[in-house]
């Protein structure tokens, strides 16, 4: 038998995860050479009447030839990379080119791109027609394990992040770490902080084994960043799968995300990746937590370590608590004139809570280094 380029004896065969929603049950696949399959995936998953790629120039620049068995000689639409591009003016300008391109409802939005592309390209498929398929080719680790998996698809507003958006799941998601050996240490840092979150949240033994197999993880070792990748995909589809629309189960998946948001709102979305900000997010909940006698000391302290260990954060010394707490109250996690706020009780669970007060905020603003 011969063996598909994609499967090479040296490659392990890649990790299927099946995601159920009630409007949408498709798969993940991960696994090294699998973006050599996303042709026979498409097929398969009935995306291929008409294909729209939508990537970014750096992401095209480096990755176009990857594609030349899908697209052929078709140009992709390229839109601004970086969080800045994450506005109603971008939507905008891809809904003219599907326009221009003749796309009917049969079409395919193909989303090749980190978290950004991917969250825009998504809106773009929600909305335009009143949606139209979408796949995501993630080629950044934090689209790997998180963005590119669960619906969740918009752009940001001068007031606050992802503010205008919708759900609008996915066809196939084709996770390649391939993608991962050109990507700036910095980057691949910031997907590392997500993947910190989903251990907290769901499972100590991911967490172990990152801080067990860091080095090899930052040298981007496929039998040792699958394993990762996948476990972290796997926690993110269970949860979805039981909670697509953020009811209730779903909102763990934003420990570190209030004060995250906020921290990037208050830069203007323009020095820190999510990731980053992300990371103070979590040291700054799991410090209320620690405080309230819900998160052990020595879980607190393990969580500090890993973050220390990943990488220097940009410094936050500029931002006031003032600027944070007003970025914090025009989150969308507040519902009902209420915060509502994810602590971790111990590492690999959490709880939600909604009584979090100004003065635990201001807390935990001081302890990532934020003051009046």
């Not at 990748?229 to 589809?237: D, G, L, M, P, Q």
């Not at 602590?343 to 302890?367: W, Y």
Request: hydrophobic fraction near 40%; glycine fraction near 8%; charged fraction near 20%.
């Amino acid at each position: 038998m011969t063996l598909p380029a994609s499967q090479t004896p040296a490659m392990k065969p890649p990790i299927h995860i099946d995601v159920k929603t009630s409007s949408q049950a498709y798969q993940i696949h991960v696994g090294e050479g699998i973006v050599d399959q996303l042709d026979q995936l498409l097929k398969d998953s009935g995306g291929t009447q008409q294909i729209f790629a939508i990537s970014s120039p750096p992401i095209w620049k480096l990755h176009s030839s990857t594609f030349t068995n899908v697209l052929g000689k078709t140009k992709p639409l390229l839109m601004p990379d970086g969080e800045q591009a994450k506005t109603m003016q971008t939507i905008e300008r891809l809904h003219e080119a599907l326009i221009k391109g003749k796309a009917d409802r049969g079409a395919t939005v193909v989303s090749i791109g980190g978290g950004v592309v991917g969250d825009v390209a998504g809106f773009a498929a929600a909305t335009y027609l009143r949606g139209v398929r979408l796949v995501h080719v993630p080629t950044t680790l934090l689209a790997q394990v998180d963005s590119s998996i669960g619906g969740k698809v918009g752009v940001n507003h001068a007031l606050g992040k992802n503010l205008i958006g919708a759900f609008h799941q996915p066809i196939v998601v084709v996770t390649d770490p391939q993608f991962l050996e050109t990507l700036p240490r910095r980057e691949f840092r910031a997907g590392m902080y997500e993947v910190v979150k989903y251990a907290v949240i769901a499972s100590r033994k991911l967490f172990e084994r990152v801080n067990h197999d860091l080095s090899a993880i930052f040298d981007r070792e496929p039998s040792v960043l699958v394993p990762v990748i996948a476990e972290s995909c796997r926690i993110k589809a269970a949860i979805v799968s039981k909670d697509e629309r953020e009811g209730d189960l779903r909102r763990t998946l934003n420990f570190g995300h209030t004060v995250g948001h906020a921290i990037e709102a208050a830069s203007q979305y323009r020095r820190f990746r999510h990731g980053e900000a992300v990371a103070y997010g979590m040291l700054a909940a799991a410090n209320i937590a620690k405080s309230r006698g819900l998160f052990p000391s020595a879980d607190y302290s393990l969580l500090a370590e890993l973050i220390a260990k990943l990488g220097p954060l940009p410094s936050v010394n500029d931002l006031t608590i003032n600027q944070l707490n007003n970025a914090i109250r025009l989150d969308k996690k507040v519902f009902e004139g209420r915060l509502h706020m994810v602590l971790p009780t111990k590492m690999g669970n959490t709880m939600i809570v909604d009584d979090v007060t100004d003065l635990e905020i201001q807390a935990g603003l001081k302890v990532i280094g934020i003051h009046s």
